[in-house]
């Protein structure tokens, strides 16, 4: 009793150092320390935030918000986000980019259309999400499809809602289809309009 005690303890104690220093996937080389000359300074650029907030959607293990330290890359948002899913268009984003405070980074799976309005893959803003919201009463399958969090048959499950009740009226609407919960609605809240 006394051993298992003891392992809780230590298990509790190395939690919240885990969060503090998210795991850097294989894939995704750590940008404070590559592209660097030997010796050089790791300490944030002058003016940086001390504490960053971002949120990443899309093709990552744990979507959501993620505290970053001033300085930080997409690729640092990638890891406090759990890393990419197999499925990620890492094109889709600039991995070296510096990120900025309350913005949106959206990680696109492969095989999907790109989301609408979003600019070419390597331009200056190719991870800052849509710049032209999707319309819910005109997308089609494969342009929802191709929104974080839903699939083919989410895609179909809107269309089958949209042609039994009208139009949608509101984004929230979107909470009445079945599959689609707080978390998917709060991701896609920025990316549709009605």
Do not use: C, K, Y
Not at 32 to 61: D, F, N, Q, Y
Not at 95 to 120: K, M, S, T
Not at 134 to 144: E, F, G, I, P, Y
Request: net charge neutral; charged share 15%; no cysteine.
């Amino acid at each position: 009793m006394v051993a298992v005690l003891v392992a809780l303890v230590v298990v509790w104690q190395a939690q919240p150092a885990a969060q503090a220093a998210p795991r850097v996937r294989r894939e995704l080389p750590s940008p404070t320390t590559s592209g660097r000359p030997a010796g050089g300074s790791t300490s944030p650029p002058p003016g940086a935030a001390a504490e960053l907030v971002v949120h990443v959607v899309g093709a990552v293990h744990r979507p959501g918000l993620v505290r970053l330290p001033g300085g930080a890359r997409v690729a640092d948002a990638l890891a406090a986000a759990g890393g990419a899913t197999a499925a990620a268009r890492l094109a889709s984003v600039n991995l070296a980019r510096p990120v900025v405070d309350g913005e949106q980074v959206v990680v696109q799976r492969r095989g999907r259309p790109a989301l609408l309005g979003a600019p070419p893959a390597g331009g200056p803003a190719a991870d800052a999400g849509p710049t032209a919201p999707v319309d819910l009463n005109t997308a089609t399958l494969d342009l929802l499809d191709g929104l974080p969090g839903i699939g083919p048959v989410l895609a179909q499950r809107i269309l089958d809602w949209r042609t039994a009740h009208g139009r949608f009226s509101s984004v929230d609407e979107l909470g009445e289809v079945s599959g689609i919960g707080e978390a998917i609605l709060s991701d896609l809240a920025p990316l549709v309009v009605v």
